[in-house]
Structure formats: C-alpha cells, structure tokens
T-cell receptor
C-alpha cells in the first residue's frame, strides 16, 4: 500500500473551473513532487518542494499553481486548464530532495479530464 | 545531460518464460538507479533500486545489477507470471531529479 495519498482519484473539470488536487504523506519526508503523466508516456516532473519551499519549477504554465501548506501536504491548484492538460497527475515524496540514494515514493495519482 | 534508455515494447511472453528488459543510462558521476512498475490504472511503485556500482537490487523475483562498466541496469526475472503484466520504468536519480526511461509494456500470456 502506498503511503502517499492523493485525492480525488478522478476529476472532470471545465476549462473555466477552479479545482485543486491534494496530496498527503506521513512518512516524515521533506521533499514532495508533482509529476504529470500522459497515456503511454513516462512521468514528467512539474514541481519539487524541499522543506516546504519550491525548489524546482520545470517551466510549468501558470494555470498550474502548487502550494505546500506544511511538510505533510502538497496541493496543486488548477485554473483555466486546456483539454491537453488531461492526464494522470502523480504526487511523490522522498526523505530529502532526490539525490543519490534517496527513493521517491509515488501516490496512485489523480486522473484529470478537462472538458 | 542525464538520460535513461530502455528497450522499446511491448514485450509479450508466455507464463514461466525468462524476462530481460534492457536499460542503459548516461550521467555525470554515479546516480542511483531504480526500476518502477505501473499496473493498469495505478500509480508507480518502486520495484527495486541500487545505489552504487555492483549493487544488486531484488524484489518479487526481479533482479537488476548496477553495471558501471556498461552503464546498464537490466531487469531480469527467471519465471514471469500473468500478474507481472504492467509497464516497467527504468530511472536514474541524481542532483535532485529522477529521470525516467520511456517505459516498457510487458504482456504475459497464460
């Protein structure tokens, strides 16, 4: 069983909606990540938070807005998305920011459909 | 830059066959290497990992050895089961990032 919990598992939203994806871990990890995965593709890194501070933003459009309220929670706020943003959004965490030896643990993902 | 290359799929095998999925990496320095598995409709699960040269990761009958001389981390299993059908991702971790290969879809026929 994964120890990274994501909600909701499925989300359908219109292009004018505002919604949020939520992620929680209680492993004491200090690094948390958002990945986007399109069908039949590998996950692509979007954001990395280290000690609750944004450390990596992989040139993600501003319609995606991450937030890390505390060391256990990570949100991804969604606004004015496009149909091509439909994908599986994976949250992950690691003991510290990924480096040699640290393993990233993934949640089961949130399936997002933009209509 | 860092990259991971793994064999193209899909790979189709009969139950109890021997499995090899090739993976090679390019990196500066010595990254950690991982295999993740993704079952249909699910997120990624860590299958095994190795953090230094000659380390062997193993789990659920799968094995992979960190080969520095060939920059490889091939995944093997001696006897596959139908339940092993999934997508397998090789990954390299260094300098705050995990880089994934494109994934190999595995189909096991009963």
């Amino acid at each position: 069983d994964t120890e990274v919990t994501q909600t909701p598992k499925h989300l359908v939203m219109g292009m004018t909606n505002k919604k949020s994806l939520k992620c929680e871990q209680h492993m004491g990890h200090r690094a948390m990540y958002w990945y986007k995965q399109k069908a039949k593709k590998p996950p692509e890194l979007m954001f990395v938070y280290s000690y609750e501070k944004l450390s990596i933003n992989e040139s993600v459009p501003s319609r995606f807005s991450p937030e890390c309220p505390n060391s256990s929670l990570l949100n991804l706020h969604l606004h004015a998305l496009q149909p091509e943003d439909s994908a599986l959004y994976l949250c992950a965490s690691s003991r510290q920011q990924a480096s040699s030896g640290n393993t990233i643990y993934f949640g089961e993902g949130s399936w997002l459909t933009v209509v | 830059g860092n990259s991971v290359t793994q064999m193209e799929g899909p790979v189709t095998l009969s139950e109890e066959a021997f499995l090899t999925i090739n993976c090679t990496y390019t990196a500066t320095g010595y990254p950690s290497l991982f295999w993740y598995v993704q079952y249909p409709g699910e997120g990624l699960q860590l299958l095994l990992k190795a953090t230094k040269a000659d380390d062997k990761g193993s789990n659920k009958g799968f094995e992979a050895t960190y080969r520095k001389e060939t920059t490889s981390f091939h995944l093997e299993k001696g006897s596959v089961q139908v339940s092993d059908s999934a997508v397998y991702f090789c990954a390299s971790g260094r300098d705050d990032k995990i880089i994934f290969g494109k994934g190999t879809r595995l189909h096991i026929l009963p």
